[in-house]
């Protein structure tokens, strides 16, 4: 019976079925077959999404489509270019900070791509950058949106592992810093070597300060998010709210770049978005329940140690499944379909569970950029205009950057744990 269960996922998902159909679909059919009540099907996928903690994922949906269509990703871009703009490399570099600070915003790498998919890309190219090249810079740094708090699927692995968020949230900076970092190091090596200049206005305190005074109220969007939930006066679920009605508020009446008759199309937008993560979430549900059924967590457990019980050889094979799975499937699925599998043998080891959520974030986030099926590759390539093979060799370097990244936080914990365990 588990062996029919993972051949007909294997084969609805070589089909080209989308994942939430297949987990849900092979879920129902095991269910049937073996003779399970049918019911279980209507709890378990009202289970799945009746969560309090995933009421946060449809408000910074909406907050980061009102922020996009308000101009605050593009004050953000002109701040950031003020600064670093006249660099070798300045605009690809820019494109990293402004996805760092988007992600600070939106909490979703999908809206990270397109809103600086479709400002900087060109706007590369037109400064003589190839357009491979600028396309793979926002193919790999838009992920960050997953890292860098809030970030949607942070609350996701919370709602399934029992972490803290508020935790959860800490770590995600730092690590959102290393990833960052690497890549603007990468980027910079390759834009020397290929004689990427940046502008040739020399450095104006004038000019920064004008453009530090046009962005001031679109970087106090993360200190607002952040700083709320960090000192306890909002829960995560609650600083979303916030951060709608700020957008709303900034948008419209500060910035005025947000009309009214936009608001109904952000709205739709952000609730088909929305659809689509719970019914991932719901079915994954589903599909968890069957595993649980099976034993197939605790068989995990038990090969998975038969193998070694030395946590750096545990944690490199868990690093190489997810990034193998991040290629080929959705961030939403690996999160609830991987983490109640790999989860116990985290614990039976010793290992936090805020740093295995932050390790298992910044896999899904690789994953997003990394061929065939990566989403922000996708959006990427489609926006940029530009074909999935030679994007795809263009991210070599910084594939390569993200995975040095994702080592030091998996070997270095105290890289990213640092808030929680202190300074002793």
Not at 71 to 90: E, P, V, W, Y
Not at 157 to 162: I, K, R, V
Not at 352 to 381: C, K, R
């Amino acid at each position: 019976m588990v062996t029919l269960f993972f051949a007909l996922t294997i084969v609805l998902f070589l089909l080209g079925v989308p994942m939430a159909i297949t987990i849900g679909f092979s879920s129902i059919v095991y269910i049937l077959l073996a003779d399970i009540n049918p019911m279980i099907v209507v709890q378990r996928l009202f289970t799945g999404a009746d969560v309090s903690a995933l009421m946060a994922i449809p408000f910074f949906i909406l907050a980061g489509n009102l922020m996009l269509t308000g101009g605050l990703a593009q004050r953000i871009l002109d701040l950031a270019n003020s600064l670093i703009g006249r660099m070798t490399g300045g605009l690809a570099l820019v494109t990293i900070l402004g996805c760092m600070f988007f992600a600070a915003i939106s909490g979703s790498s999908i809206a990270t791509a397109a809103a600086l998919g479709t400002l900087m890309i060109p706007a590369m190219v037109d400064k003589g950058y190839g357009r491979g090249f600028a396309t793979a810079i926002v193919s790999n740094a838009s992920p960050m949106g997953v890292i860098i708090p809030p970030s949607i699927s942070l609350i996701i692995y919370g709602s399934l592992s029992g972490a803290s968020i508020s935790d959860l949230y800490l770590v995600g900076v730092p690590a959102g810093l290393i990833v960052g970092i690497s890549l603007l190091i990468v980027v910079y090596l390759i834009s020397r070597k290929r004689g990427y200049k940046g502008t040739d206005e020399p450095f104006k305190f004038s000019d920064f300060l004008r453009a530090f005074r046009r962005s001031l109220w679109a970087l106090g969007t993360p200190i607002i998010l952040l700083g709320g939930v960090f000192l306890g006066i909002v829960t995560p679920t609650e600083s979303g709210v916030v951060a709608v009605v700020y957008a709303i508020i900034v948008g419209m009446f500060i910035y005025r770049e947000l009309k009214l008759k936009d608001v109904w199309g952000i709205f739709l937008d952000s609730a088909k978005s929305t659809a689509i993560i719970m019914f991932i979430i719901a079915n994954a549900a589903l599909f968890a329940y069957i595993l649980a059924y099976e034993n197939i967590p605790t068989a995990i457990v038990s090969s998975v140690l038969s193998i070694s019980e030395n946590p750096i050889i545990v944690l490199l094979l868990i690093n190489v499944i997810l990034l193998i799975f991040g290629a080929f499937m959705d961030t939403m699925a690996i999160l609830v379909i991987v983490v109640p599998m790999f989860l116990p043998v985290i614990t039976a080891m010793g290992v936090d569970p805020v740093l295995f959520g932050i390790i298992v974030v910044v896999n899904t986030a690789i994953g997003m950029a990394t061929p065939p099926f990566g989403a922000t590759l996708l959006i990427s390539s489609n926006l940029g205009k530009s074909p999935l093979v030679t994007v795809a060799r263009e991210s070599g370097w910084m594939l390569f950057a993200l995975i040095v990244a994702l080592l030091l936080i998996t070997y270095v914990p105290y890289l990213v744990m640092f808030p929680l365990w202190g300074f002793g």
